[in-house]
């Protein structure tokens, strides 16, 4: 079964400092990869997301990721954080071919920001 | 362009009621996705809808049931409430034409349930 992981439940940085989030994930083949943020009492946006190809992506917000096949990871990073981004980021996967829209969710990852 | 929109925003419930939630997805989105977000937790699949019927069911019990309609908008009920029913509903609304497009995934803004 899919599963995602999230290791840091609460991560706190320095605005304008560099972040790296942490999401790793099981699955037998290489499946679609998202990250999304939650600000409170919101819904979640889409950051970014990775299919296939370039294992680089760039996302909104300044945020980017990289997808390392070898790990089954898919560390979301931004070289300098913003007060803004305060928020709670999120890990998901997809099954290709399978459960279509059926999105696997890791815990989230608690962001504050010190000014 | 109006994205995904869910009503109402909070709701409080007593155990052993019902709820009806309600969504309208994204323009030009046929497939909406309902999800279960407890406090602390990520969002958890409960079940999706495509052409009016439901297409996949995560483990959630029959108690939670859902409906799609001609104009795609959807609702989620949920029978005989417990007090673990309690968590944010989260909508999601995406094209159900197949291929990685599909699992793109635009999320409303949510409801608080709260049953006591």
């Known amino acids: 079964a899919q599963s995602v992981t999230q290791p840091d439940i609460h991560i706190t940085v320095s605005e304008g400092a560099s972040l790296e989030l942490r999401c790793n994930y099981s699955?037998?083949?290489?499946?679609?990869l998202f990250w999304y943020v939650q600000s409170p009492g919101q819904g979640l946006q889409l950051l970014l997301k990775y299919f296939s190809g370039d294992t680089l992506v760039q996302g909104i917000k300044g945020f980017e990721a990289e997808f390392k096949r070898s790990q089954s990871s898919f560390n979301l990073r931004k070289p300098s954080v913003h007060w803004s981004d305060a928020a709670e980021y999120f890990c998901?996967?997809?099954?290709?071919?399978?459960?279509?829209?059926?999105?696997?969710f890791g815990k989230g990852t608690k962001l504050s920001v010190k000014p | 362009d109006a994205g995904v929109t869910q009503s109402p925003t909070h709701l409080i419930k007593t155990r052993g009621q019902q709820v009806t939630l309600r969504c309208s997805p994204k323009s030009g989105h046929d497939t909406v996705s309902w999800y279960q977000q407890a406090l602390g937790q990520g969002p958890q699949f409960i079940f999706q809808y495509y052409e009016e019927e439901e297409r996949q069911r995560g483990n959630f019990p029959d108690r939670f049931s859902g409906h799609q309609f001609p104009n795609y908008s959807s609702e989620l009920n949920v029978n005989a409430l417990l007090l673990g029913d309690s968590a944010l509903y989260l909508c999601?609304?995406?094209?159900?034409?197949?291929?990685?497009?599909?699992?793109?995934?635009?999320f409303g803004p949510g409801t608080r349930l709260t049953v006591t």
């Open positions: 999601a609304s995406n094209t159900g034409v197949g291929g990685p497009n599909s699992y793109e995934q635009y």
């Open positions: 998901a996967v997809g099954a290709p071919g399978g459960s279509q829209g059926n999105l696997i």
């Open positions: 699955y037998g083949a290489t499946p679609y």
